[in-house]
């Protein structure tokens, strides 16, 4: 994990459920960045300066995860987008750019809908607003396997659903990174937010989401399939999708790409297809299709 240190400390905010643990990086508008399921603020070190070249880039462990606290009882998806409110006001940011992927864009939905008046520009990485009609046995599986089966023979199942063949071949670094901070979680918190995640539903609340959105899925991601970035591409009132071909569901790490694409959103640049490609793709070429005039499409 040294490779990927970067020369900041961690800090700490006090909230009324518990001890969020966050840090902060870079100069600019402010970017909050929300993490996946069952890791922490760490998983973005390897890509972090990519994003402070143009913000002060802001990353917490979301409840539980990394080094913030968790109660032992119960929580949703719901609660963890209260929790980020509260962060919010802690920091007194009144306004901030938003990137979730997988269970932190959950997280990123269901606050940008509840509390739009904090989030200026949105992207949304290889994530859902519902995970399926059977989400609800799905998870409870996932969080029983998340209880019951050592954290190291999870392994092969994640890296295989997290990157592309290709990336794991050449970034051994990069995934070693990853599976350090899964390992490092603790059973009871990855059981807990399986739970959540397969109670969540936000479809009746897209509409309340009122910042430019962009959202993005890797066309190999099983976790969140294309499908699942299309219907927020759809239904939140200016917003956009992207499909990034021959990724899976960590696309924004795997790809320089993707990042750029989410820069340049954030930044609220127009930017086409070819100024978005890098020349150094991980895997395939990234390529998108993307509807910019979302309330044509509409209506």
Same mark, same amino acid.
């Given at each position: ?5 970067i ?6 905010v ?10 902060r ?7 909050v960045?929300?993490?996946s ?5 760490d ?5 972090i +300066?990519?994003?402070?070249?143009y ?8 409840r539980?995860h990394?080094?913030s606290t ?8 719901e609660?963890?987008a209260?929790?980020?409110k ?14 979730g992927?997988s ?6 939905i269901s606050?940008?809908s509840?509390?739009?008046?904090y ?10 607003a519902?995970?399926?009609?059977d ?6 599986g996932?969080?029983l396997?998340?209880?019951? =089966? ?7 199942f ?7 063949d290709?990336f ?17 979680? =603790? ?5 807990q ?11 009746? =609340? ?5 910042s ?5 899925t ?14 927020l591409?759809?239904e939140?009132?200016?917003a ?22 989410a820069?340049?959103?954030?930044l609220g ?5 070819n ?8 895997c +395939?070429?990234f390529?998108?299709y993307s509807d ?5 499409k509409?209506?």
């Amino acid at each position: 994990m040294a490779k990927f240190q970067i020369s900041t400390n961690r800090a700490t905010v006090d909230i009324p459920q518990g001890r969020i643990s966050y840090f902060r990086h870079g100069e600019g508008s402010p970017l909050v960045l929300l993490h996946s399921l069952a890791l922490s603020a760490d998983m973005w070190l390897p890509v972090i +300066e990519d994003f402070t070249r143009y913000f002060e880039v802001i990353a917490l462990d979301l409840r539980g995860h990394g080094m913030s606290t968790y109660d032992g009882n119960d929580f949703s998806v719901e609660d963890m987008a209260d929790d980020l409110k509260w962060f919010l006001d802690s920091l007194n940011l009144a306004k901030v750019h938003l990137l979730g992927m997988s269970m932190g864009g959950c997280v990123a939905i269901s606050f940008a809908s509840r509390y739009p008046e904090y989030v200026d520009r949105l992207v949304l990485c290889d994530t859902t607003a519902y995970y399926g009609d059977d989400a609800v046995q799905a998870w409870k599986g996932r969080a029983l396997t998340a209880l019951s =089966k050592p954290r190291v023979m999870q392994i092969p199942f994640q890296t295989d659903r997290w990157f592309c063949d290709r990336f794991r071949r050449t970034n051994p670094e990069i995934v070693s990174h990853v599976v350090d901070i899964f390992l490092r979680t =603790k059973p009871q918190v990855h059981a807990q937010a399986s739970y959540a995640l397969g109670n969540f539903d936000n479809r009746a =609340k897209l509409s309340d989401i009122v910042s430019p959105t962009l959202a993005m899925t890797g066309d190999e991601d099983g976790a969140t399939p294309p499908t699942m970035g299309e219907l927020l591409g759809r239904e939140i009132p200016n917003a956009s999708f992207r499909l990034c071909r021959g990724l899976r569901h960590f696309a924004v790490v795997e790809s320089p790409s993707v990042r750029s694409a989410a820069i340049n959103h954030l930044l609220g640049i127009d930017a086409t297809l070819n100024e978005i490609v890098d020349a150094t793709p991980c895997c +395939e070429a990234f390529g998108a299709y993307s509807d910019t005039n979302h309330q044509e499409k509409r209506s």
